[in-house]
């Protein structure tokens, strides 16, 4: 096992996720000008996570300490997944063989906190919604490992972020296997979009309880707990565009800083793109979300098969 | 139709006249009437002169009222289990007047309020406690059966109800709707006001503020017709006009939020505007943006000069295309097509059997519209609307809503062609009422069939002031809705009738 550690990277991995609220932003803004309005300013959540921090945080009497812990787990595992991330080609801040196996179980611990947080109060609606949220996040395991498996082959037997997308054999869109990555490429943005709980599978922005997922889990949370929660989903969503976006350019070539430029230029286009598609789609019954999910299963799983030389 | 009495839409009538029936005549002709083709339109209680308690009916079968009355026991046989129509107003009169209807397949509280004779309660509720009263809920066994209850306090603006959900997983096996937690005593209100009744048409706009004119009209044309009054050709169209604009203002605010239900942002935001400008052509009006304070007994209080009417046909014009737009980009989105088809259906059978009114009978087939039906003010030289899809569905909801704004858009540039007079009423005004009389008025509001009924005692004061607003028909028709559907489409349900909670609440 190799660890390796830079504070370029350090440094770099801070400079993105300090942008993190900026690019939610970006999707909101894409969304007014689909609906005709201004919108919200583009550094809104900015002021929501002040907001929320400088509030005091109101427990229900029938919870545990569970229900503190939830918002630290799943900020703190969702913020581990940066630092093993290879921001614009920069190798992580931390890596070893076989981090992404590990990466993915510390989404599910955060997962695993979130819902045992929303266990603990008791609500019909929590409990409705942690449900939800398990049955669609285990389907969409299924071809996040499937993406690990065919990543596997393509870069020679990597089993790291860093080998992925910094080492010699990298995965990308420009690389021999470009068909298998267009594939992948539209089976990771339905992971991200469910994983996010975005348009059409989750509705963030809806008041509606009964049709929520991701929100109803955490209704009961506020203040800095609730800008935990926020910050958490800010790295996830970070880390699922940074994902598509370093196989959609090879940044391992070439000047850093122009790099970084490309990669927040594509970055910034992607979070466009998913408020473009939140503006032309309306929500999926919940019944055809499994259904939507396992399309990406079947892209990945094809891809996975054309790689293996059967013939 | 032998033992009743067939009477007009706003048509004074002597209580004397009114047939009354042994109860068990009366029960027999009421279900006869309604097991097939009659529809209740009005069934209340109310105490005579002589403190008895009575009943009387105002039944609509095809083109035709008809009115029969009785005396009530403490104890009767209950019309429910032969005819599902009956089965919200048994329990209005078991709570207002405490006679029990024996065997009601369902008998609790609609809103928790003592009644008025001093009775016995007929649920056993003790009224000093607040709510929750004594009040079973209907429960479905099984260790794989979870209940959600919502409500009463909601997330966002809208007003208080309780629904309780009894789910396998996702799917609803039953829904019951709790209400009442509004009653403000709309009726007793109405009854207790004293001359010159200049308080009762702003205690009838406060029904439900989003059917302003549509109750406000109905009272009115309760008030003419036992005053006596005549109101000019003019002020006809003008409380015409208001009507349809109230209709419009609050369809196209349900399409848009319709399509934010289904995370379709576009149109939300589009009908918001356009709801806006419908509101303020009231305000051109009125005054009011909801229309409040323009319809009174007798005509309309506000002068409609070429000015007004220029403003309202030049928005109309204006608005026009841009709501075919909107209704195009929400009605040719596929994935919200896939929402709205085949959810929440309420078929034929059933609504007929509930009595189901307004749009959402008519989304389920049933073609009753008051406009045509019972035509008040200027509606009988309008033309009537025709509804493409009714399968009962929210896309039959939300389409039959598309087709009567694109309907009203043009009643209203026709009735705008006419040169009116639209002079204005003096108010307030001092008006005696015919004494011993009775008088039942229906208007098409935007949910539906709107009804008020009055009764006189010799003095010419109300002796009873009974309110129907469409919403006491069709909730149980959204109850219906929901059964074998994912919980997660109860809010787009719920949103496609939209009921009055206040309405029903009274």
Not at chain 1, 186 to 205: C, G, H, K, Q
Request: net charge negative; glycine share 8%.
């Amino acid at each position: 096992m190799e660890f390796t550690f830079s504070f370029a990277s350090l440094l770099l991995l801070l400079v993105v996720f300090s942008l993190a609220p900026l690019f939610m932003g970006v999707i909101l803004k894409v969304k007014a000008f689909f609906g005709g309005k201004q919108g919200a300013p583009l550094l809104i959540k900015y002021y929501t996570l002040i907001k929320l921090l400088r509030k005091g945080s109101v427990y229900s009497t029938s919870t545990t300490f569970i229900f503190k812990l939830g918002p630290i787990v799943s900020f703190v595992t969702a913020f581990m997944l940066l630092l093993f991330f290879p921001f614009a080609g920069l190798s992580p801040v931390l890596s070893f063989h076989g981090d992404v196996i590990m990466l993915f179980y510390l989404l599910g611990l955060g997962r695993f906190f979130t819902v045992l947080a929303a266990l603990d109060t008791a609500s019909p609606f929590e409990g409705m919604g942690a449900a939800r949220e398990v049955f669609f996040s285990a389907l969409a395991e299924a071809t996040i490992f499937i993406i690990l498996v065919l990543f596997f082959r393509l870069s020679g037997g990597s089993l790291s972020f860093a080998e992925y997308f910094s080492g010699n054999q990298v995965v990308n869109l420009w690389s021999q296997s470009a068909a298998l990555i267009i594939l992948v490429l539209i089976a990771l943005f339905i992971i991200l979009l469910t994983e996010n709980s975005r348009v059409p599978v989750d509705d963030p922005a809806t008041h509606l309880e009964l049709t929520m997922i991701h929100e109803v889990m955490i209704l009961d949370h506020s203040g800095p707990d609730l800008a935990l929660i926020e910050m958490g989903s800010f790295c996830k969503m970070l880390f699922y565009s940074a994902f598509i976006t370093c196989m959609l350019y090879p940044f391992h070539t070439g000047i850093a800083v122009f790099n970084f430029i490309i990669f927040i230029t594509i970055m910034t286009l992607l979070y466009a793109g998913i408020g473009l598609v939140e503006s032309i789609t309306a929500r999926y019954k919940m019944d055809m979300v499994p259904n939507f999910i396992l399309t990406s299963f079947a892209l990945v799983f094809f891809a996975t098969i054309l790689t293996m030389e059967l013939v | 139709m032998d033992n009743f009495l067939h009477i007009q839409n706003g048509q004074v009538v002597s209580r004397a006249d009114i047939p009354d029936l042994d109860f068990s005549i009366f029960q027999e002709a009421v279900l006869n009437a309604t097991r097939h083709s009659g529809f209740v339109v009005q069934f209340f209680a109310y105490t005579d002169e002589q403190s008895i308690l009575k009943l009387i009916t105002v039944i609509r079968a095809g083109l035709d009222l008809y009115t029969a009355g009785c005396s009530l026991a403490d104890e009767y046989p209950s019309l429910t289990p032969e005819c599902e129509k009956f089965h919200m107003f048994e329990r209005e009169i078991a709570e207002q007047f405490g006679a029990h209807p024996k065997n009601h397949p369902w008998l609790k509280m609609v809103r928790y309020h003592e009644n008025c004779r001093g009775k016995k309660d007929v649920f056993g509720n003790d009224y000093s406690h607040d709510i929750p009263g004594n009040y079973p809920y209907f429960t479905v066994d099984g260790d794989a059966i979870h209940e959600v209850a919502v409500g009463p306090v909601h997330a966002g603006i809208i007003e208080p109800g309780h629904f309780r959900f009894q789910c396998a997983g996702e799917e609803v096996l039953s829904l019951e709707i709790q209400l009442g937690y509004q009653h403000r005593g709309v009726e007793k209100l109405l009854e207790q006001a004293e001359q010159p009744l200049t308080r009762l048409p702003t205690i009838v706009e406060s029904i439900a503020g989003d059917t302003a004119i549509g109750h406000s009209l109905c009272h009115s044309q309760a008030i003419e017709a036992l005053a006596g009054l005549k109101v000019n050709d003019g002020a006809k169209v003008v409380r015409t006009i208001a009507l349809e604009l109230e209709r419009i203002s609050n369809h196209v605010g349900d399409l848009g939020a319709l399509s934010g239900d289904v995370a379709f942002n576009p149109p939300l935001n589009y009908f918001g505007r356009i709801r806006g400008e419908f509101l303020n052509m009231l305000l051109t009006l009125a005054g009011n943006r909801f229309g409040k304070g323009l319809v009174r007994p007798g005509g309309i209080v506000f002068p409609v000069l070429e000015e007004q009417r220029r403003i309202v046909r030049d928005k109309v014009a204006e608005e026009t295309p841009g709501i075919a737009d909107v209704c195009d980009l929400l009605f040719s989105a596929h994935t919200v097509l896939a929402r709205f088809e085949h959810t929440g259906t309420v078929p034929r059978n059933t609504a007929e059997k509930l009595g189901l009114v307004g749009f959402a009978g008519r989304a389920s087939g049933l073609s009753y519209d008051a406009r045509i039906t019972f035509p008040t003010e200027a509606y009988a030289q309008l033309e009537a609307n025709k509804n493409k899809r009714t399968v009962g569905d929210v896309y039959s909801r939300a389409n039959v809503r598309r087709e009567e704004i694109m309907h009203s858009l043009q009643s209203i540039t026709d009735l705008l062609r006419q040169d009116i007079d639209a002079a204005p009423i003096a108010v307030p005004a001092y008006h005696t009422l015919a004494p011993d009389s009775f008088v039942v008025t229906i208007n098409e509001a935007w949910r539906g069939e709107v009804s008020h009924c009055m009764l006189t005692d010799k003095n010419g004061s109300i002796l009873r002031y009974k309110v129907k607003d469409p919403s006491f028909h069709n909730w149980t028709g959204l109850a219906m809705s929901l059964r074998n559907q994912g919980i997660s489409d109860f809010p787009l349900c719920n949103k496609s009738f939209n009921l009055s909670y206040c309405g029903f609440d009274l």
